[in-house]
């Protein structure tokens, strides 16, 4: 299955700044993943990010709020813009290994103060 | 729409008891069900997944799951916990891609030595 690395493991930010968080994959893949999981609560999905078009955000995740870049077939970023302490969260990429099952990165910790 | 309940938020067994996490879902046709672990620092690995075909689904590290249609759940067991499986469970049931996957709130796994 894909290994999926995403930079930085953890960090925190101060309120009204912004995040960019990595996420390298070990083979090209069509569809990534970006999900959310806040303290205590479970994962919930922000968008999908194809390669050459237009993230698809979920309903509650704006794009302006969550930019997603998508530069080719292996790489994906995901910026947490204008942060609040809301924000705290654990962000996770996946993506499908070709039977309709995710695999997860290990996740970036923001700490939002 | 789809939904996971996983009605037990935090769960402590003793090392060498046998093991019962629950899932119930909801979905209107036949679900895609998974069950994925979360250890502290690392992203969700997948232990198990239902398709189709035998109820009975093995997985790694163990771990077993059941597929009931009539009481619409998919329990995660094991005979015996090792301290190492001391984690939080995630079950998720999806509509047959992986663009869709709604996860339960999770249920945090405590052993005792």
């Known amino acids: 299955s894909a290994v999926i690395s995403q930079k930085p493991s953890r960090d925190i930010c101060q309120r009204g700044t912004s995040l960019t968080i990595q996420c390298q994959v070990d083979?090209?893949?069509?569809?990534m993943f970006w999900y959310r999981q806040q303290p205590g609560q479970s994962l919930t999905l922000i968008a999908t990010?194809?390669?050459?078009?237009?993230?698809?955000?979920e309903s509650g995740f704006v794009i302006d709020k969550f930019p997603i870049s998508r530069p080719n077939l292996t790489f994906s970023t995901l910026t947490v813009s204008n942060m609040s302490p809301e924000d705290s969260s654990i962000y996770l990429c996946?993506?499908?290994?070709?039977?309709?099952?995710?695999?997860f990165g290990a996740g970036s910790r923001l700490t939002v103060l | 729409a789809q939904s996971v309940t996983q009605p037990d938020i935090h769960i402590t067994v003793s090392e060498g008891a046998s093991l019962e996490l629950r899932c119930n879902y909801s979905?209107?046709?036949?679900?895609?069900l998974f069950w994925y672990v979360q250890s502290p620092g690392q992203g969700l690995q997948l232990l198990l997944k239902?398709?189709?075909?035998?109820?009975l689904v093995q997985g790694i590290k163990g771990f077993e799951a059941e597929f009931k249609r009539s009481q619409s759940s998919f329990n995660l067991r094991k005979p015996s916990v090792h301290w190492s499986d001391a984690a939080e469970y995630f079950c998720?049931?999806?509509?047959?891609?992986?663009?869709?996957?709604?996860f339960g709130t999770g249920t945090r796994l405590q052993v005792t030595l």
């Open positions: 996946s993506v499908e290994r070709g039977d309709n099952v995710l695999t």
């Open positions: 083979s090209q893949v069509t569809m």
């Open positions: 990010a194809n390669q050459g078009s237009e993230a698809t955000y």
């Open positions: 979905y209107g046709a036949t679900p895609y």
């Open positions: 239902y398709f189709s075909g035998d109820t």
């Open positions: 998720a049931v999806g509509a047959g891609t992986a663009s869709k996957l709604t």
